[in-house]
């Protein structure tokens, strides 16, 4: 039994398009598959009382800095865009569209499109006809997709998808949740990555848990204790 | 020449223990030394409108989770402690005292002291008494600190000492600045690592950097874009 792994992100977040262009191949590795949830961090910071890191007295400066030097290190493709933050609820809702019309992967798919059109191009995806294109590069009807986005179904599917991911913790992007176990932040990736590792399948595991061994009498409250 | 590595913390910073127990490991490997500068969240905060992570909506729950997550995986000593935040004023004046007066080492000794007093024994280091009885143990003159560091003039250095951090950009802790780059949280401390590498004298280095080949008609801006 393999859990899919939820992956939370707001289309304007550079942390979330740098997991964007990782979180499948981790999650594949283990033998994981991805559950991608578009959400819109204006909605949730309203109840956390933060903003946008860039807009943040003091942090801005170094928020810009940080996405360039955390890209270069990643070794990830990255330009800074001209306009930021803009409004994605148009690109979330189309993703949800695809994932109700078209299935996960070609709503995946676009979702990486749309990331890499912001952060690597300069694309104001903000503008419904750039999300029309780029679906068409990818052999989507843009226009279906467009007005389908655009339903007060979806609409209301966005809000409800926000208030769930909102109740089960998600105050940022990217956010993902593995087996009940929250990690907030790109840089979360090598902590997610151990987790992955620990609950894998017995049988790949080189050297099994000491809590297998019924002989033992260890306190397994200790394992939780630092080395 | 080897800039020494400008260490920026508060007492009450669970990320900013987790660096301590790191930081002066890290430069040493590096042949630097590490400046300590204890500040006071509370009011860098009133600057960046933020709060103590386990006092944000949503945020609070996850903090205290990661907190412990993260000392695991780093293979860090870490108890919660009974009271959170606490005043660290006069810790942190304490160590500027001792600075002053018995030098960085000794300074830094008992700033380690105080993070572990707080973050693994659960003292409580806003007592001025227990920092008194924590000198001690390190053979300095406890009753000398408590009075050093109650006074007007140690008093005005430390909001002194503050303002110059943030007018060098510091608005968190642990905040790291290494040659005029800045590095926020203990998740970078893998980037100040990659930073410190890249600035060994060139003697200590395996492979000479590309730009070093005057013939090379290489574009040097080339090597910030992402392989």
Redesign the interface.
């Known amino acids: 039994m393999t859990a899919a792994i939820d992956f939370y992100f707001d289309f304007s977040s550079p942390y979330g398009y740098f997991a964007s262009t990782r979180i499948d191949e981790l999650a594949q590795k283990y033998g994981r598959i991805v559950a991608w949830h578009p959400i819109l961090l204006g909605v949730?910071f309203k109840?956390?009382?933060?903003?946008p890191l860039p807009q943040?007295?003091?942090?801005g400066?170094?928020a810009w800095?940080?996405f360039e030097?955390?890209?270069?290190?990643?070794?990830?493709?990255?330009k800074r865009p001209a306009h930021f933050p803009l409004p994605t609820t148009q690109a979330a809702r189309a993703v949800l569209w695809l994932q109700n019309h078209h299935g996960d992967d070609i709503a995946t798919a676009f979702a990486k499109a749309v990331f890499h059109a912001y952060f690597v191009d300069d694309i104001n995806i903000a503008e419904p006809a750039e999300l029309v294109k780029l679906a068409e590069s990818l052999g989507i009807d843009g226009r279906a997709m467009d007005a389908g986005a655009s339903s007060f179904q979806i609409k209301d599917q966005l809000k409800a998808e926000i208030e769930v991911a909102?109740a089960k913790?998600?105050?940022?992007s990217p956010f993902v949740i593995v087996d009940g176990e929250?990690f907030?932040?790109f840089?979360?990736f090598?902590?997610i990555e151990?987790h992955l590792k620990s609950r894998r399948p017995t049988e790949l595991r080189a050297v099994p848990g000491k809590g297998s061994n019924p002989d033992s009498d260890t306190d397994s409250s200790k394992e939780?204790q630092?080395?």
Chains 1, 2 share one sequence.
């Open positions: 949730v109840t956390t009382g933060s903003a943040v007295p003091l942090k400066d170094y800095r940080d030097r955390t890209a270069r290190f990643h070794g990830i493709e990255y909102m913790g998600v105050f940022g929250p907030w932040g840089d979360r090598d902590q151990a939780k630092p080395a």
